[in-house]
T-cell receptor
Framework: QKEVEQNSGPLSVPEGAIASLNCTYS??????FFWYRQYSGKSPELIMSIYSNGDKEDGRFTAQLNKASQYVSLLIRDSQPSDSATYLCAVEYSNTGNQFYFGTGTSLTVIP | EAQVTQNPRYLITVTGKKLTVTCSQN?????MSWYRQDPGLGLRQIYYSMNVEVTDKGDVPEGYKVSRKEKRNFPLILESPSPNQTSLYFC???????????FGSGTRLTVV
């Protein structure tokens, strides 16, 4: 059974701070990694993808991947109240099809 | 506007009454997938399709059927719904492996 683990939170940070979200996965065959944001009552929205070890930056967001440790993280710099949402980590296994596994999500609240 | 459209948004039905949730995408995406989202369990993949007439099981396929007769459509069929299929369902599409999925707005299904 492939597993994707996230701290459920809630995580609270003050406005302007860095929010750090973490995710671990169980299967070393994992190939692609994604972070989604989901506002309450809405559908998940893709914010970052990462495939190789290291950091990937997109605006205020940085995704970090360490395949040896089976660990992927998301940093949100200069956090804004509009960043308050649940963040979902997802892992794709494409060698045997297109299986996707999601973590249960981390709830983030940015306090003005 | 590029989007994934699901219908209906809300559905209440009785145990054993066959139902279909429709899903259509206008982005010419190869991949399509169905997920269910339950509190504490997160998003779980039901079925996915990598092309017309190509479908495969995800993590929780029991009690569901799908078909992919056209590239744009991927309906989810519950032949004999049961109360444990009460959930929030999302359809999603993707252009290629590693590109992440674009989600529809969701269908909230209640089986009584």
């Amino acid at each position: 059974q492939k597993e994707v683990e996230q701290n459920s939170g809630p995580l609270s940070v003050p406005e302007g701070a860095i929010a750090s979200l973490n995710c671990t996965y169980s299967d070393r065959v994992s190939q692609s990694f994604f972070w989604y944001r989901q506002y309450s009552g809405k559908s998940p929205e893709l914010i970052m993808s990462i495939y190789s070890n290291g950091d990937k930056e997109d605006g205020r967001f940085t995704a970090q991947l360490n395949k040896a440790s089976q660990y992927v993280s998301l940093l949100i710099r200069d956090s804004q109240p509009s960043d308050s949402a649940t963040y979902l980590c997802a892992v794709e296994y494409s060698n045997t099809g297109n299986q996707f596994y999601f973590g249960t999500g981390t709830s983030l609240t940015v306090i003005p | 506007e590029a989007q994934v459209t699901q219908n209906p948004r809300y559905l209440i039905t009785v145990t054993g009454k066959k139902l279909t949730v429709t899903c259509s995408q206008n982005m010419n995406h190869e991949y399509m997938s169905w997920y269910r989202q339950d509190p504490g369990l997160g998003l779980r993949q039901i079925y996915y399709s990598m092309n017309v007439e190509v479908t495969d099981k995800g993590d929780v396929p029991e009690g569901y059927k799908v078909s992919r007769k056209e590239k744009r459509n991927f309906p989810l069929i519950l032949e004999s719904p049961s109360p444990n299929q009460t959930s929030l369902y999302f359809c999603a599409s993707s252009s290629w492996t590693g590109n992440g999925y674009t989600f529809g707005s969701g269908t909230r299904l209640t089986v009584v």
